[in-house]
């Protein structure tokens, strides 16, 4: 293992190495880095660096060309993403992800994970059981819901509400998946700022109780604000790791946004 | 229920669709009785064709549960139809090839021969058949199932048409009995009963005989397999497994990242549905008594599905309203015989079909009875203490038909 990832003293999440191309382009170019079990560490890079990508290969969307993922210090590397969730990590995605015909508090009902009820014969040998489950799940939703301020919108069909709404919507189901380790793309793209800032201080809410955040961002006040450490990606690969402030005084990373790293 | 202690309140809780639905089927229902009583409509035959609308509904509960839960595109409805039907047939027909096949082979020939063998015969076959296509298509996008799905049904009918040692071929299967025969009481009850004689109307008496007792008991076996049919698929339809389905359905990435094995809960899926059409097949083999590949014709997966469509996919009610409709646009055109027209009353049936579809897609492209918005484990919801209506969770909005 190189030095990234080793230099975590728990990492939740350890990429080594990854790598992943798409016909000539190297999207994920030996990427190699950790993620330190409680923190929120941001991820950022200019467009096309390849940060959804490497989301992907950590979840199991892709297939890595070569390297390793490692949750919780199982190797996960080819698993198929149910099997990279049940090892704790739950991933949202770039565009929100709308379910049709369901109300939001149902659509928040397919968070939780093994579910008594999503087992068919159960369905019929253990009613009781189901129900109890489910009435469990439905009032920590609706607990959830309440704790982001938007329990009004329970029974709302899931595919009227607004955009930022559905992202806090997004964070809300995922937290019911009860990940030790959740990976946000671009939480507050196309959100108001006052939307932001919920769903800033809802994060940091929380990272306190335990869920260790890794988070794409191209917001950088947010993202500076709300994660150390903060990882760099140009053009694939891993370019540096560091606080907010070192980050930000970096001129390699001012080349990477402003130059394309020529 | 609501509906029995409060049958007014019941009526203003339904949506307009639902209302109408609700009219026009009460006046169907009126037609369909004054047309008994005058003789215009033979009551055995008007039996057979309420067994013909419940294996539709059969059909449409099947295919709903593939297509309408899951998102499973299956073109190869007919095909696991003709499994069920084909399973039952050889294995009850007493001019059943399999009789010779399997001379001399210990216990086989004695199962020959009883209905309830051949109905887990059919389903058997089905079941083996939804997984060996499931199997290499549904860890694919969904368009492969869809592909799939049209060879196996071709492959099917083929077989079935030219395996002449294990089908007959081309002349099909004759000499199936009832599904009741051999059964206690119920076997020889068509022939215990008294004929009867009714005369509403003077001049035009309604006789009730044998062949109407026995085409009552094939209308108690199709409630019967429908009825269970829904109660499994409702249950199914609003449970967390339902709701997977659904998440899958909409947005297969979602359900994956939430950690479901969307692999495994397609599958069964499919399986599901295969075995609810396999035993439409089962009930037919036994409602008309002759099987042949003509059964097999895709005619019968392309009915499914306007039926499915019709009724609003996704939904159990709106299946069994296609099924219905279905049937009644079906055998409906045949009285027209009897009116002189200058056209054909069989593409006059293709044409009203695809007359409905367009205006259905048009006017109403959610179908006529779409599920309801929120589909959540019922007690569930009561025990929330939420002001929803207890028993069926949010209904679709009031008069929420015309999005113009
Ligand atoms: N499935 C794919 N097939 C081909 N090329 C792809 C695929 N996914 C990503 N790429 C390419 O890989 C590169 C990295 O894309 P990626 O989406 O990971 O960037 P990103 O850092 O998330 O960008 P943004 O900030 O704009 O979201 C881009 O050049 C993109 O075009
Ligand atoms: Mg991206």
Redesign the pocket.
């Known amino acids: 293992m190189s030095e990234g990832a080793l230099a975590k003293q728990d990492p939740v999440l350890a990429v080594d190495d990854l790598q992943k191309s ?1 016909g000539g ?1 190297a ?1 994920t170019d030996h990427a190699t880095f950790g993620v330190e079990r409680g923190t929120i560490t941001g991820l950022i ?1 200019p ?8 989301f992907n290969l950590i979840s199991g969307f892709y297939e890595p060309d070569g390297g390793t993922v490692e949750v919780n210090g199982t190797d996960v590397t080819g698993m198929e993403p149910y099997e990279v969730a049940e090892h704790g990590l739950i991933r949202t995605f ?1 565009t929100p992800r709308k379910l049709e015909g369901m109300t939001v508090r149902e659509a928040m009902l397919v968070g939780p994970r093994e579910q008594p009820g999503e087992s068919f014969h159960r369905l019929f040998t253990s009613p009781g059981t189901v129900a109890e489950s489910e009435s469990a799940n439905l009032a920590e939703a609706e607990r959830i819901l309440a704790e982001f301020e938007i329990d009004h919108l329970a029974t709302q069909p899931a595919t009227d509400i607004s955009g930022g709404q559905m992202k806090l919507v997004e964070l809300a189901r995922a937290m019911l998946a009860e990940p030790e380790v959740l990976l946000l793309d ?1 939480p507050v793209a196309g959100v108001n700022p006052t939307l932001a800032k919920k769903l800033k201080s809802q994060i940091r809410r929380l990272n306190e109780q335990g869920t260790t955040f890794l988070l ?1 961002e ?1 917001d950088m006040e947010f993202v500076m604000d709300l994660a150390d450490p903060i990882v760099v ?1 140009d053009q694939g690969h891993v370019l540096t790791e560091g606080t907010p402030e070192g980050v930000r005084n970096d001129d390699r990373v001012i080349d990477a946004y402003l130059g394309g790293g020529a | 229920m609501s509906a029995l202690t409060d049958p007014r309140g019941a009526v203003e809780e339904l949506t307009r669709p639902e209302g109408w639905v609700l009219g026009v089927s009460v006046a169907f229902l009126l037609f369909l009785f004054v047309a008994l009583l005058t003789g215009a409509l033979g009551p055995t035959y008007f039996l057979f064709l309420v067994g013909l609308a419940g294996m539709y509904a059969l059909l449409s509960f099947g295919l709903n549960s593939q297509w309408g839960f899951a998102g499973l595109i299956n073109f190869s409805v007919a095909a696991f139809f003709g499994v069920g039907a084909y399973g039952a047939a050889l294995f009850t027909a007493s001019g059943s090839p399999l009789a010779e096949l399997f001379e001399g082979v210990p216990l086989i020939p004695s199962l020959l021969g009883l209905p309830v063998v051949g109905l887990v015969v059919g389903l058997a076959v089905a079941f083996v058949l939804a997984i060996l296509i499931g199997i290499p298509t549904l860890r694919l996008r969904a368009d492969y199932l869809a592909i799939a799905s049209l060879g196996l049904a071709e492959v099917v009918r083929l077989i079935v048409l030219n395996e002449r040692w294990l089908t007959n071929g081309s002349a099909g299967v004759r000499g199936i009995p009832g599904f009741f025969a051999g059964w206690p009481v119920l076997g020889t009850f068509p022939e215990a009963m008294p004929g009867l004689r009714l005369e509403v109307i003077p001049g035009s008496p309604v006789l009730l005989e044998t062949a109407f007792w026995r085409a009552s008991l094939n209308v108690l076996l199709v409630l019967a397999f429908a009825g269970g049919v829904y109660f499994v698929l409702r249950r199914a339809h609003r449970s967390p497994w339902g709701r997977v389905l659904r998440t899958i359905r909409s947005d297969e990435d979602l359900a994956r990242a939430l950690g479901k094995d969307t692999y495994s809960f397609k599958m069964q899926s499919f399986v599901l549905g295969s075995l609810v059409m396999a035993l439409a097949g089962v009930f037919y083999t036994h409602l008309n008594l002759y099987v042949g590949p003509g059964d097999l014709d895709p005619i019968t997966t392309f009915y499914a599905w306007v039926a499915v469509i019709l009724g609003g996919s996704g939904s159990n009610r709106g299946a069994l309203f296609g099924g219905i409709v279905i049937v009644t646009i079906r055998e409906g055109t045949r009285f027209l015989n009897d009116v002189a027209l200058p056209i054909d009353p069989a593409p006059l049936r293709l044409l009203l079909i695809g007359v409905v579809i367009i205006a259905v897609m048009r006017y109403r492209p959610q179908g006529v009875l779409p599920p309801q918005r929120e589909l959540i484990w019922p007690s569930a919801v009561d025990g929330g203490g939420a002001p929803e209506s207890p028993d069926s969770g949010v209904r679709e909005r009031k008069g929420g038909g015309g999005d113009e």
């Open positions: 798409f382009l999207a890079g467009n096309g660096a390849g940060k959804s990508t490497l770039q671009e794409i191209h990606l």
